[in-house]
């Protein structure tokens, strides 16, 4: 089970130039892996990503996802599974500004249809876990940055996801809270959430078990090392 891309590719068509910028990928991530994807400005992170977190299909090639094919489901087939298996988290937070921490966390569960009560006690639960229990009535601009990502990670988890994907959720941060979010990863990771971010900061990888390094479309390096969270 986990992610098993086969020979993925994607392309785009520039003018009468056709740009790969996915060249044939193949990669297995397990559950509950920690993985960082490293890689200059222009390598295919953000492609890898929108295909690995069902944002987007691949031209060609196989995606296993908990050994379902995804490379060709429908926009709706892919909705679906995106708000069943992953949570996504972003460098720029994306909370509703006139919204409460506590009604951010909760909002993804109006789309699941499920009561208020239920909504507002699954959120303060979370808000609790992520170390905000006191916050929850505080609007994103009452929050330093540490606090508004751990909000949207509270937010991502909110459908129970095997998956967390974070795209660059550091880059908005002081070093300190950095290693706060690090930390939080470190702690999903260690209860069986799989963990996959992009970062282009060698120290925020370093708290990832398994860097992938990207570069032109291709991976041209995969190691498993010590990380270094605690
Ligand atoms: P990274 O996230 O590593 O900066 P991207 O995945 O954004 O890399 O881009 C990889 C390559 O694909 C780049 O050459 C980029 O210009 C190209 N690309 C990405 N998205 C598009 C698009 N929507 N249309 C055309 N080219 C694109
Ligand atoms: P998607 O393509 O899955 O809708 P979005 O970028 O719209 O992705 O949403 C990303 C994150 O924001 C998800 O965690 C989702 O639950 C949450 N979200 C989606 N819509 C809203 C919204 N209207 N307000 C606040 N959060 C939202």
Redesign the pocket.
């Known amino acids: 089970m986990g992610i098993r891309l086969e020979a993925i590719t994607k392309e785009y068509t520039v003018g009468d130039e056709l740009v790969a910028a996915l060249a044939g990928v193949s990669l297995a991530i397990e559950t509950g892996e920690f993985v960082a994807i490293m890689g200059p400005s222009g390598s295919g992170k953000s492609t890898m990503m929108n295909i690995l977190g069902c944002?987007d299909r691949p031209t060609s090639g196989s995606y296993l996802l908990d050994g379902q094919e995804v490379a060709h489901l429908t926009d709706d087939q892919l909705?679906y599974i995106?708000?069943r298996s992953i949570?996504?988290v972003f460098q720029n937070f994306?909370l509703?500004s006139r919204t409460t921490a506590w009604e951010?966390v909760a909002?993804?569960l109006v789309y699941a249809k499920i009561g208020e009560k239920e909504r507002l006690e699954q959120a303060a639960a979370l808000l609790e876990s992520v170390g905000l229990g006191t916050r929850k009535q505080h609007l994103p601009n009452e929050l330093s940055g540490g606090q508004r990502q751990r909000v949207a990670i509270a937010?991502?988890l909110i459908n129970n996801p095997s998956i967390i994907m974070a795209d660059e959720p550091t880059g908005n941060l002081d070093s300190r809270s950095s290693i706060e979010i690090m930390k939080l990863f470190g702690t999903l990771h260690r209860q069986g959430k799989t963990i996959i971010l992009v970062t282009h900061e060698p120290d925020i990888a370093a708290y990832a078990k398994r860097i992938i390094t990207v570069r032109d479309g291709l991976i041209i390096s995969d190691e498993v090392k010590e990380s270094n969270y605690v």
């Open positions: 944002l909705a995106r708000n949570g996504f994306n509703l951010n909002l993804p937010r991502a």
